[in-house]
Protein backbone atom coordinates (compact mmCIF):
# COMPACT_ATOMS: atom_id res chain seq x y z
CA UNK A 1 0.00 0.00 0.00
CA UNK A 2 1.42 3.68 -0.95
CA UNK A 3 0.17 7.29 -0.82
CA UNK A 4 1.98 10.54 -1.47
CA UNK A 5 4.58 11.75 0.59
CA UNK A 6 2.98 14.93 0.61
CA UNK A 7 -0.28 13.84 2.31
CA UNK A 8 0.31 10.96 4.18
CA UNK A 9 -3.34 10.58 5.27
CA UNK A 10 -4.44 9.93 1.85
CA UNK A 11 -6.15 6.44 1.01
CA UNK A 12 -5.44 4.19 -1.93
CA UNK A 13 -8.20 4.43 -4.37
CA UNK A 14 -10.61 1.75 -2.65
CA UNK A 15 -13.14 1.93 0.22
CA UNK A 16 -11.15 -1.05 1.97
CA UNK A 17 -6.92 -1.33 2.37
CA UNK A 18 -5.42 -4.41 2.74
CA UNK A 19 -2.99 -4.18 5.92
CA UNK A 20 0.24 -4.95 4.71
CA UNK A 21 2.65 -5.05 7.32
CA UNK A 22 3.09 -1.79 8.64
CA UNK A 23 6.05 -1.36 10.67
CA UNK A 24 5.81 0.14 14.08
CA UNK A 25 8.68 2.11 15.96
CA UNK A 26 7.72 2.39 19.39
CA UNK A 27 8.31 5.93 20.46
CA UNK A 28 10.05 4.49 23.72
CA UNK A 29 12.26 1.64 24.22
CA UNK A 30 10.11 -1.74 25.89
CA UNK A 31 12.43 -3.10 28.94
CA UNK A 32 10.78 -6.36 27.37
CA UNK A 33 8.54 -6.97 24.85
CA UNK A 34 4.65 -8.78 23.87
CA UNK A 35 3.91 -11.50 26.47
CA UNK A 36 0.87 -13.35 25.27
CA UNK A 37 0.24 -16.52 28.36
CA UNK A 38 -1.66 -19.91 27.93
CA UNK A 39 -4.92 -19.83 29.77
CA UNK A 40 -7.86 -21.92 30.54
CA UNK A 41 -10.46 -20.92 28.11
CA UNK A 42 -14.25 -21.14 28.87
CA UNK A 43 -15.85 -22.19 25.67
CA UNK A 44 -19.31 -23.50 24.21
CA UNK A 45 -20.02 -27.15 24.09
CA UNK A 46 -22.53 -26.83 21.52
CA UNK A 47 -22.49 -29.61 18.40
CA UNK A 48 -20.46 -28.07 15.49
CA UNK A 49 -23.85 -27.49 13.40
CA UNK A 50 -25.12 -25.33 15.75
CA UNK A 51 -21.89 -23.75 17.44
CA UNK A 52 -21.97 -21.27 15.57
CA UNK A 53 -25.45 -19.59 16.94
CA UNK A 54 -23.55 -19.15 19.77
CA UNK A 55 -21.18 -16.51 18.71
CA UNK A 56 -21.96 -12.64 18.56
CA UNK A 57 -20.30 -9.89 16.61
CA UNK A 58 -18.48 -7.46 19.16
CA UNK A 59 -20.45 -5.63 21.52
CA UNK A 60 -19.74 -2.76 19.61
CA UNK A 61 -21.30 -3.31 16.59
CA UNK A 62 -24.49 -5.08 17.82
CA UNK A 63 -27.30 -3.03 17.31
CA UNK A 64 -31.17 -3.36 19.23
CA UNK A 65 -32.29 -5.32 16.29
CA UNK A 66 -29.29 -7.71 15.77
CA UNK A 67 -28.99 -8.47 19.37
CA UNK A 68 -32.87 -9.64 19.03
CA UNK A 69 -32.05 -11.82 16.36
CA UNK A 70 -29.20 -13.43 17.76
CA UNK A 71 -31.38 -14.44 20.91
CA UNK A 72 -33.58 -15.57 18.46
CA UNK A 73 -31.47 -17.57 16.95
CA UNK A 74 -30.30 -19.70 20.15
CA UNK A 75 -31.25 -18.72 23.72
CA UNK A 76 -27.76 -19.19 24.84
CA UNK A 77 -26.23 -16.89 22.30
CA UNK A 78 -23.29 -14.95 23.98
CA UNK A 79 -24.82 -11.23 23.12
CA UNK A 80 -26.83 -11.82 26.46
CA UNK A 81 -23.29 -11.69 28.45
CA UNK A 82 -21.60 -9.14 26.31
CA UNK A 83 -24.75 -6.69 26.05
CA UNK A 84 -26.82 -7.85 29.24
CA UNK A 85 -30.29 -6.71 28.74
CA UNK A 86 -33.83 -6.74 30.98
CA UNK A 87 -34.12 -10.40 30.87
CA UNK A 88 -30.53 -10.65 32.47
CA UNK A 89 -31.22 -7.76 34.94
CA UNK A 90 -34.13 -9.90 36.13
CA UNK A 91 -31.59 -12.56 36.79
CA UNK A 92 -29.58 -10.15 39.02
CA UNK A 93 -31.92 -8.30 41.02
CA UNK A 94 -32.56 -5.79 38.51
CA UNK A 95 -29.04 -5.21 37.95
CA UNK A 96 -27.88 -5.95 34.31
CA UNK A 97 -24.33 -6.86 34.78
CA UNK A 98 -24.85 -8.65 37.63
CA UNK A 99 -27.70 -10.28 35.80
CA UNK A 100 -24.81 -11.65 33.01
CA UNK A 101 -22.35 -12.82 36.00
CA UNK A 102 -25.79 -15.06 37.17
CA UNK A 103 -25.97 -16.12 33.89
CA UNK A 104 -22.38 -16.96 33.18
CA UNK A 105 -22.38 -19.11 36.20
CA UNK A 106 -25.73 -20.95 35.42
CA UNK A 107 -24.42 -21.87 31.93
CA UNK A 108 -20.91 -23.14 33.04
CA UNK A 109 -22.85 -25.17 36.10
CA UNK A 110 -25.66 -26.57 33.31
CA UNK A 111 -22.47 -27.69 30.99
CA UNK A 112 -23.84 -24.69 28.27
CA UNK A 113 -20.07 -23.65 28.92
CA UNK A 114 -17.37 -25.66 29.31
CA UNK A 115 -13.82 -25.14 31.17
CA UNK A 116 -10.89 -26.62 29.72
CA UNK A 117 -9.15 -28.68 32.12
CA UNK A 118 -5.50 -27.06 30.59
CA UNK A 119 -4.20 -23.73 30.12
CA UNK A 120 -3.31 -22.98 25.97
CA UNK A 121 -2.93 -20.70 23.64
CA UNK A 122 -5.02 -21.18 20.39
CA UNK A 123 -4.82 -20.49 16.96
CA UNK A 124 -7.95 -18.49 15.66
CA UNK A 125 -9.31 -18.77 12.00
CA UNK A 126 -11.68 -16.77 10.60
CA UNK A 127 -12.73 -17.32 6.70
CA UNK A 128 -15.17 -14.99 4.80
CA UNK A 129 -17.50 -15.61 2.15
CA UNK A 130 -14.91 -14.19 -0.83
CA UNK A 131 -11.87 -16.89 1.03
CA UNK A 132 -10.22 -13.82 2.83
CA UNK A 133 -8.13 -15.99 5.53
CA UNK A 134 -7.08 -14.24 9.00
CA UNK A 135 -5.29 -16.44 11.14
CA UNK A 136 -3.59 -15.52 14.86
CA UNK A 137 -2.54 -16.23 18.07
CA UNK A 138 -5.36 -16.26 20.96
CA UNK A 139 -4.04 -15.88 24.53
CA UNK A 140 -3.72 -13.90 27.82
CA UNK A 141 -1.72 -10.74 26.88
CA UNK A 142 0.38 -8.72 29.80
CA UNK A 143 -0.85 -5.29 30.10
CA UNK A 144 1.48 -2.43 29.08
CA UNK A 145 1.80 1.17 29.67
CA UNK A 146 1.35 2.90 26.52
CA UNK A 147 4.53 4.57 27.26
CA UNK A 148 6.40 1.05 27.14
CA UNK A 149 5.91 1.46 23.65
CA UNK A 150 4.46 -2.59 23.07
CA UNK A 151 1.01 -2.18 22.86
CA UNK A 152 -0.21 0.92 20.79
CA UNK A 153 -2.88 2.50 20.90
CA UNK A 154 -4.02 5.05 17.82
CA UNK A 155 -7.56 6.04 19.00
CA UNK A 156 -8.80 8.18 22.02
CA UNK A 157 -11.38 6.84 24.10
CA UNK A 158 -14.53 7.79 25.81
CA UNK A 159 -15.75 7.36 29.23
CA UNK A 160 -19.22 6.03 28.91
CA UNK A 161 -17.82 3.01 26.94
CA UNK A 162 -15.00 2.26 29.62
CA UNK A 163 -17.49 2.81 32.55
CA UNK A 164 -19.54 -0.18 31.15
CA UNK A 165 -17.50 -2.39 29.77
CA UNK A 166 -15.61 -1.75 33.61
CA UNK A 167 -18.57 -2.68 35.07
CA UNK A 168 -19.43 -5.63 33.11
CA UNK A 169 -16.33 -6.75 33.46
CA UNK A 170 -15.89 -6.33 37.72
CA UNK A 171 -19.25 -7.99 37.73
CA UNK A 172 -18.55 -11.36 35.75
CA UNK A 173 -14.86 -11.64 36.72
CA UNK A 174 -14.18 -12.25 33.13
CA UNK A 175 -12.62 -11.43 29.65
CA UNK A 176 -15.77 -12.17 27.56
CA UNK A 177 -14.37 -10.62 24.40
CA UNK A 178 -11.02 -10.63 22.94
CA UNK A 179 -9.00 -7.41 21.88
CA UNK A 180 -7.03 -7.24 18.62
CA UNK A 181 -3.58 -6.81 17.99
CA UNK A 182 -1.35 -6.57 14.62
CA UNK A 183 2.21 -6.99 14.34
CA UNK A 184 5.28 -7.58 12.39
CA UNK A 185 5.71 -11.31 12.54
CA UNK A 186 8.34 -13.68 10.74
CA UNK A 187 9.04 -15.78 13.70
CA UNK A 188 8.11 -19.07 16.01
CA UNK A 189 4.50 -17.40 16.52
CA UNK A 190 3.83 -16.92 13.09
CA UNK A 191 5.31 -20.55 11.96
CA UNK A 192 2.79 -21.53 15.09
CA UNK A 193 -0.02 -20.17 13.30
CA UNK A 194 1.00 -21.32 9.97
CA UNK A 195 1.47 -25.25 11.03
CA UNK A 196 -2.19 -25.37 13.35
CA UNK A 197 -4.20 -26.28 10.01
CA UNK A 198 -1.63 -29.54 9.81
CA UNK A 199 -4.03 -30.66 12.97
CA UNK A 200 -7.88 -31.48 13.20
CA UNK A 201 -9.53 -28.03 15.08
CA UNK A 202 -11.23 -28.23 17.92
CA UNK A 203 -13.50 -25.73 16.40
CA UNK A 204 -15.13 -25.35 13.33
CA UNK A 205 -18.34 -23.87 12.30
CA UNK A 206 -20.00 -20.78 10.73
CA UNK A 207 -21.22 -18.09 12.41
CA UNK A 208 -24.65 -16.16 11.56
CA UNK A 209 -22.10 -13.42 9.83
CA UNK A 210 -21.44 -16.40 7.28
CA UNK A 211 -17.62 -16.07 8.38
CA UNK A 212 -16.08 -20.19 9.14
CA UNK A 213 -14.45 -19.71 12.57
CA UNK A 214 -11.95 -22.43 13.06
CA UNK A 215 -9.75 -23.32 16.44
CA UNK A 216 -6.94 -25.17 17.59
CA UNK A 217 -4.94 -25.69 20.95
CA UNK A 218 -1.20 -25.18 21.22
CA UNK A 219 -0.24 -26.82 24.71
CA UNK A 220 3.07 -28.39 23.59
CA UNK A 221 5.86 -26.69 26.12
CA UNK A 222 8.98 -26.49 23.71
CA UNK A 223 6.45 -24.55 21.30
CA UNK A 224 5.32 -22.08 23.93
CA UNK A 225 8.39 -21.35 25.12
CA UNK A 226 9.62 -20.60 21.47
CA UNK A 227 6.06 -18.18 21.11
CA UNK A 228 7.14 -16.78 24.26
CA UNK A 229 10.66 -15.97 23.25
CA UNK A 230 9.93 -15.06 19.92
CA UNK A 231 7.19 -12.09 21.09
CA UNK A 232 9.68 -10.91 23.94
CA UNK A 233 10.94 -8.18 21.97
CA UNK A 234 7.89 -7.52 19.73
CA UNK A 235 5.44 -4.96 19.85
CA UNK A 236 1.95 -4.44 18.56
CA UNK A 237 -0.60 -2.11 17.25
CA UNK A 238 -4.20 -2.37 18.82
CA UNK A 239 -6.65 -2.49 15.71
CA UNK A 240 -9.76 -2.64 17.43
CA UNK A 241 -10.25 -3.13 21.36
CA UNK A 242 -9.20 0.73 22.40
CA UNK A 243 -12.17 1.01 24.94
CA UNK A 244 -11.61 -2.81 26.38
CA UNK A 245 -7.76 -2.98 26.37
CA UNK A 246 -8.49 0.89 28.49
CA UNK A 247 -10.96 -1.24 30.94
CA UNK A 248 -8.28 -3.70 31.07
CA UNK A 249 -5.80 -1.15 32.44
CA UNK A 250 -8.54 0.48 34.35
CA UNK A 251 -9.32 -2.64 36.26
CA UNK A 252 -5.79 -3.57 37.15
CA UNK A 253 -5.61 0.06 38.20
CA UNK A 254 -8.16 -0.75 40.63
CA UNK A 255 -6.44 -3.52 42.44
CA UNK A 256 -3.97 -1.69 43.56
CA UNK A 257 -1.03 -3.41 42.34
CA UNK A 258 -2.33 -6.45 43.92
CA UNK A 259 -0.56 -9.13 41.34
CA UNK A 260 -3.82 -11.32 39.99
CA UNK A 261 -5.46 -12.53 36.68
CA UNK A 262 -6.61 -9.01 36.01
CA UNK A 263 -2.85 -8.33 34.89
CA UNK A 264 -3.55 -9.58 31.39
CA UNK A 265 -6.07 -9.51 28.92
CA UNK A 266 -7.51 -11.90 26.44
CA UNK A 267 -6.57 -11.02 23.20
CA UNK A 268 -5.55 -12.03 19.57
CA UNK A 269 -2.95 -11.23 17.97
CA UNK A 270 -2.32 -11.22 14.34
CA UNK A 271 0.89 -11.20 12.34
CA UNK A 272 -0.12 -8.71 9.70
CA UNK A 273 2.71 -10.11 7.06
CA UNK A 274 0.70 -13.40 6.47
CA UNK A 275 -2.70 -12.86 7.57
CA UNK A 276 -3.50 -8.95 7.52
CA UNK A 277 -7.13 -7.49 7.71
CA UNK A 278 -8.97 -5.24 5.87
CA UNK A 279 -9.38 -1.82 6.58
CA UNK A 280 -13.02 -0.08 6.09
CA UNK A 281 -13.46 3.92 6.38
CA UNK A 282 -16.50 4.35 9.03
CA UNK A 283 -19.05 7.53 8.30
CA UNK A 284 -20.00 9.68 10.79
CA UNK A 285 -23.58 11.47 11.36
CA UNK A 286 -23.86 14.72 12.31
CA UNK A 287 -26.53 16.61 14.29
CA UNK A 288 -26.67 19.17 11.43
CA UNK A 289 -29.40 20.50 8.74
CA UNK A 290 -28.62 20.00 5.40
CA UNK A 291 -28.70 23.66 4.36
CA UNK A 292 -27.16 24.77 7.83
CA UNK A 293 -23.81 22.72 6.95
CA UNK A 294 -23.48 23.15 4.08
CA UNK A 295 -23.68 26.71 4.14
CA UNK A 296 -21.34 26.94 7.06
CA UNK A 297 -18.83 25.19 5.34
CA UNK A 298 -18.67 26.53 2.04
CA UNK A 299 -18.38 29.56 4.14
CA UNK A 300 -14.91 28.17 5.38
CA UNK A 301 -13.81 25.98 3.07
CA UNK A 302 -13.76 23.96 -0.85
CA UNK A 303 -17.12 22.26 -1.58
CA UNK A 304 -18.22 20.99 -4.74
CA UNK A 305 -21.19 21.77 -6.74
CA UNK A 306 -24.31 19.45 -5.06
CA UNK A 307 -24.25 15.62 -7.46
CA UNK A 308 -25.39 12.63 -6.25
CA UNK A 309 -23.84 10.26 -3.85
CA UNK A 310 -22.60 8.17 -6.32
CA UNK A 311 -21.36 10.69 -8.33
CA UNK A 312 -19.52 12.30 -5.10
CA UNK A 313 -18.20 8.55 -3.95
CA UNK A 314 -16.48 8.30 -7.21
CA UNK A 315 -14.66 11.76 -6.37
CA UNK A 316 -13.65 10.91 -2.85
CA UNK A 317 -12.09 7.82 -4.29
CA UNK A 318 -10.53 9.50 -6.96
CA UNK A 319 -9.15 12.42 -4.38
CA UNK A 320 -5.37 12.23 -3.56
CA UNK A 321 -5.31 15.00 -0.50
CA UNK A 322 -7.74 15.54 2.03
CA UNK A 323 -11.54 14.80 1.17
CA UNK A 324 -14.86 13.67 2.80
CA UNK A 325 -17.95 13.87 2.02
CA UNK A 326 -21.44 15.67 3.19
CA UNK A 327 -24.70 13.83 1.14
CA UNK A 328 -28.44 13.64 2.74
CA UNK A 329 -30.93 11.42 1.17
CA UNK A 330 -29.68 11.23 -2.96
CA UNK A 331 -27.90 14.84 -2.90
CA UNK A 332 -23.67 15.07 -2.02
CA UNK A 333 -21.04 17.83 -2.23
CA UNK A 334 -17.44 16.95 -1.79
CA UNK A 335 -15.09 19.12 0.65
CA UNK A 336 -11.58 19.06 -0.55
CA UNK A 337 -10.08 21.84 1.47
CA UNK A 338 -10.63 23.85 4.79
CA UNK A 339 -9.56 27.75 5.32
CA UNK A 340 -5.81 28.35 7.18
CA UNK A 341 -7.58 30.21 9.77
CA UNK A 342 -9.63 27.36 10.61
CA UNK A 343 -6.95 24.76 10.32
CA UNK A 344 -4.37 26.18 12.26
CA UNK A 345 -7.44 27.19 14.66
CA UNK A 346 -8.42 23.22 15.39
CA UNK A 347 -5.18 21.93 14.93
CA UNK A 348 -2.40 23.75 16.46
CA UNK A 349 0.87 22.44 16.75
CA UNK A 350 -0.12 18.97 15.44
CA UNK A 351 -0.86 21.36 11.79
CA UNK A 352 1.30 19.41 9.26
CA UNK A 353 2.14 16.46 11.41
CA UNK A 354 0.57 12.76 10.53
CA UNK A 355 -2.25 13.23 12.75
CA UNK A 356 -3.18 16.48 11.51
CA UNK A 357 -3.13 15.90 7.61
CA UNK A 358 -6.12 12.69 8.29
CA UNK A 359 -9.23 12.99 6.84
CA UNK A 360 -10.66 12.34 10.65
CA UNK A 361 -8.50 15.06 12.36
CA UNK A 362 -9.82 18.04 10.43
CA UNK A 363 -12.83 16.48 10.38
CA UNK A 364 -13.26 16.61 14.40
CA UNK A 365 -11.20 19.04 15.13
CA UNK A 366 -11.56 21.93 12.55
CA UNK A 367 -15.13 21.22 10.48
CA UNK A 368 -16.63 19.73 13.83
CA UNK A 369 -15.54 22.08 16.36
CA UNK A 370 -14.40 24.81 14.61
CA UNK A 371 -16.46 25.47 11.12
CA UNK A 372 -19.23 23.85 12.03
CA UNK A 373 -19.36 24.81 15.91
CA UNK A 374 -19.94 21.72 17.25
CA UNK A 375 -19.31 19.87 20.80
CA UNK A 376 -17.87 16.55 19.63
CA UNK A 377 -19.79 14.08 21.31
CA UNK A 378 -21.22 11.00 20.38
CA UNK A 379 -24.88 12.73 20.96
CA UNK A 380 -23.53 14.94 17.90
CA UNK A 381 -21.80 13.04 15.66
CA UNK A 382 -23.05 9.32 15.21
CA UNK A 383 -21.37 6.36 13.32
CA UNK A 384 -22.25 3.92 10.67
CA UNK A 385 -20.07 1.47 8.80
CA UNK A 386 -21.58 1.82 5.63
CA UNK A 387 -23.25 4.37 3.06
CA UNK A 388 -26.24 3.21 3.18
CA UNK A 389 -26.67 2.83 6.51
CA UNK A 390 -25.20 6.56 7.54
CA UNK A 391 -28.18 7.67 4.89
CA UNK A 392 -30.80 6.35 6.36
CA UNK A 393 -29.62 7.56 9.99
CA UNK A 394 -28.78 11.16 8.52
CA UNK A 395 -32.77 11.26 7.64
CA UNK A 396 -33.95 14.73 6.79
CA UNK A 397 -32.36 16.74 9.62
CA UNK A 398 -29.13 15.43 9.72
CA UNK A 399 -26.51 15.08 7.45
CA UNK A 400 -24.10 12.03 6.62
CA UNK A 401 -20.32 12.92 6.35
CA UNK A 402 -18.96 9.65 4.08
CA UNK A 403 -15.16 8.97 4.90
CA UNK A 404 -12.24 7.44 3.55
CA UNK A 405 -10.25 4.33 4.91
CA UNK A 406 -7.44 5.55 6.61
CA UNK A 407 -4.06 4.20 5.93
CA UNK A 408 -2.89 1.75 7.67
CA UNK A 409 0.98 3.38 7.75
CA UNK A 410 -0.57 6.45 9.12
CA UNK A 411 -1.83 4.69 11.49
CA UNK A 412 1.15 3.37 13.08
CA UNK A 413 3.13 6.66 12.61
CA UNK A 414 0.56 8.27 14.92
CA UNK A 415 0.63 4.81 17.32
CA UNK A 416 4.25 5.32 17.09
CA UNK A 417 4.71 8.75 17.80
CA UNK A 418 2.16 8.27 20.80
CA UNK A 419 -0.58 10.35 19.49
CA UNK A 420 -4.49 9.63 19.11
CA UNK A 421 -6.21 9.54 16.59
CA UNK A 422 -10.21 10.62 16.84
CA UNK A 423 -12.76 7.78 18.01
CA UNK A 424 -13.80 5.18 15.36
CA UNK A 425 -10.93 6.13 13.30
CA UNK A 426 -10.52 2.89 11.84
CA UNK A 427 -12.61 -0.48 11.12
CA UNK A 428 -10.84 -3.56 10.82
CA UNK A 429 -12.67 -6.95 9.14
CA UNK A 430 -12.82 -9.36 10.01
CA UNK A 431 -13.34 -9.04 13.83
CA UNK A 432 -13.03 -11.57 15.89
CA UNK A 433 -16.26 -12.98 17.18
CA UNK A 434 -17.46 -12.91 20.89
CA UNK A 435 -18.33 -16.41 22.40
CA UNK A 436 -15.45 -18.85 20.44
CA UNK A 437 -13.12 -18.33 23.94
CA UNK A 438 -14.01 -16.59 27.34
CA UNK A 439 -11.65 -16.16 29.80
CA UNK A 440 -13.00 -16.27 33.21
CA UNK A 441 -10.24 -15.40 36.68
CA UNK A 442 -10.99 -17.63 38.41
CA UNK A 443 -9.89 -20.31 36.07
CA UNK A 444 -6.78 -18.92 35.97
Request: aromatic residues 4%; negative net charge; charged residues 20%.
Amino acid sequence: MSFPASHPGAPARRTETCVASPTVTPHSEPTHGLSLAPFRATRFTAPAESLGLRFSPPYDVVSDKDRAALVASAETNVVRLILPDADEAALGGGNRYAGAKALLDDWVADGTLAVDPQPALFVYEMTTPDGGVTRGLVGAVELRDPDDGVILPHENTMAGPVSDRLSLMMATEANLEPIYLVYDGGGAASEAVAVASENDPLVETHGTDRVMHRLWAITDPRTLAAIDRDLGHRHALIADGHHRYATYRQLQADHGGAPGPWDRGLALLVDTSSYGPQVHPIHRVVSMAWDTILAATRASGSVSEVMSVSEAEKVLSDSESFALVLAQRDRAVVVTGVSEDAMRAGLGEDAGSTLGRLDVTVLHRVLVEKVWGLTDTVETVGYAHDVEESLRAAGTDRTAILMRPTPVRAVADVAAAGARMPRKSTLFTPKPASGVVLRRFADQ
